[in-house]
């Protein structure tokens, strides 16, 4: 059952997409399918219409929720209490009880009640621009992993929902560093609808405590403030920033995509 204040979210929610616009790349597959020309063909689409995306999206926002914001961590935190109300509503529930997979299939497509799909990815996009608008070594790209870890982008090839050669963000000084806006915005929003749209959802939410409830409602956020804080270094920290240090580049790249598939496998077991 849904909160009473997301009840009247959702009836607002749905006047605002009434005209929002579709993203309507050329191949509607999820990109771990598609041929790498095919996927750098939706990549062109991508580069093609972010800017014009990232403007629509602000202004929408300023024009139906009267949500400004910016390039920094004011701004995306001004984002990610805007999606604390709203972002769980922009994901459909199937019949399952359980999000569809659109926002990596494009099926059922990203319109009617779908429609929300846009509005995430945008998401996505504008944090990934406040990123590199900070960080400006980085860039876009749709495939960084191939050329440096190939075991690893093989199993995320074979992975559903793990956005493989969808775009991401590359340029750290190490290459196994990256950063995934467009799926942490999707995980994002598919929290909030976990926590905070249903009557159920918000008393589990609620009996957590503190520092776990700011876990869940500062996503977006913490996604936006950790890529600035590893810039330009990319470390991951730990033992593999140690290795890094004292390997050959090649010796160490091997023994990272080698160790995270094997990690996974562990996981699968």
């Known amino acids: 059952m849904l909160r009473p204040q997301a009840w009247l979210r959702k009836k607002w929610l749905r006047r605002a997409l009434r005209d929002y616009p579709l993203y309507d790349p050329p191949h509607k597959v999820e990109e771990r399918l598609l041929s790498r020309e095919q996927a750098a063909e939706n990549f062109d ?55 569809t997979g659109s926002y990596y299939t494009y099926d059922p497509p990203w319109t009617g009640e779908n429609t929300g799909y846009n509005v995430i990815f945008d998401m996505g996009i504008t944090t990934g621009e406040f990123i590199i608008g900070n960080c400006p070594n980085l860039h876009w790209d749709f495939d960084p992993i191939s050329p440096v870890l190939p075991r690893r982008a093989e199993k995320l090839k074979q992975s559903a929902g793990m956005g493989f050669q969808r775009p991401r963000l590359t340029g750290f000084d190490d290459p196994v560093s990256e950063g995934v806006p467009l799926h942490n915005a999707y995980g994002f929003a598919r929290q909030m609808l976990s926590n905070m749209v249903t009557v159920e959802g918000y008393r589990r939410y609620s009996g957590r405590p503190r520092g776990m409830r700011r876990m869940t409602r500062d996503q977006l956020l913490s996604g936006f403030t950790a890529t600035i804080r590893i810039y330009p270094s990319g470390d991951l920290g730990g033992e593999i920033d140690e290795l890094r240090r004292h390997m050959e580049p090649q010796e160490y790249l091997k023994f990272v995509d080698r160790i995270s598939v094997e990690e996974e496998d562990d996981d699968d077991e």
């Open 45 to 99: 689409y991508f580069m093609s219409v972010r800017h014009e995306r990232v403007a629509y999206f602000r202004e929408w926002l300023r024009r139906y929720f009267c949500v400004s914001i910016w390039p920094d961590e004011k701004g995306v935190r001004a984002l990610n209490r805007w999606g604390n109300k709203f972002a769980g509503l922009l994901v459909l529930v199937g019949p399952d009880g359980y999000p």
